[in-house]
């Protein structure tokens, strides 16, 4: 098994489980879709993305010749998306885009303080201007209305 067929048969598979748990909406039509009908498409896509990269894959290099001196960064990097996961409701947007890319930038990619602050605050509160604010999706604000 090559690192490209792993990652193909991967993307189909994601693409599988999302169609699979889109059948809890309804689909709607082409003139007036339901809310599966994006997830449905997108998860559409993502198959045939996957098969592309399966069937093209054969020369990349075999998953066991693949190195795991990064394993340190999956870890800090899994860790920080299952904080988001966890934080989002409870601390709400801003606070927990805020210590995910903090951590992120400070802790991980060691990069220096004025830049890191610079770039969590900018994420943080930009990000959260433009969804919340100006395309009016609603995000959690948390105890304290951040």
């Not at 193909?8 to 693409?15: D, E, F, S």
């Not at 899994?78 to 409870?90: D, P």
């Not at 903090?102 to 969804?131: C, D, H, P, Q």
Request: contains cysteine; glycine residues 10%; proline residues 5%.
């Amino acid at each position: 098994m090559t690192t490209d067929r792993l990652a193909g048969a991967t993307l189909v598979l994601m693409g599988i489980v999302t169609i699979w748990q889109s059948r809890a909406f309804p689909l709607g039509s082409l003139r007036r879709p339901g809310p599966a009908y994006m997830p449905v498409v997108l998860a559409i896509l993502l198959i045939a993305f996957g098969v592309a990269v399966y069937v093209m894959g054969s020369r990349a290099r075999g998953v066991a010749e693949v190195g795991w001196h990064e394993w340190r960064h999956a870890i800090a990097i899994f860790t920080a998306c299952a904080f988001a996961a966890w934080g989002l409701e409870r601390l709400g947007y801003r606070i927990t885009m805020a210590v995910v890319v903090a951590f992120l930038i400070l802790a991980l990619e060691r990069k220096g303080w004025v830049l890191g602050l610079a770039v969590t605050i900018v994420m943080a509160w930009g990000s959260f201007y433009v969804f919340d604010t100006l395309l009016r999706v609603p995000l959690p604000r948390g105890p304290f209305g951040l």
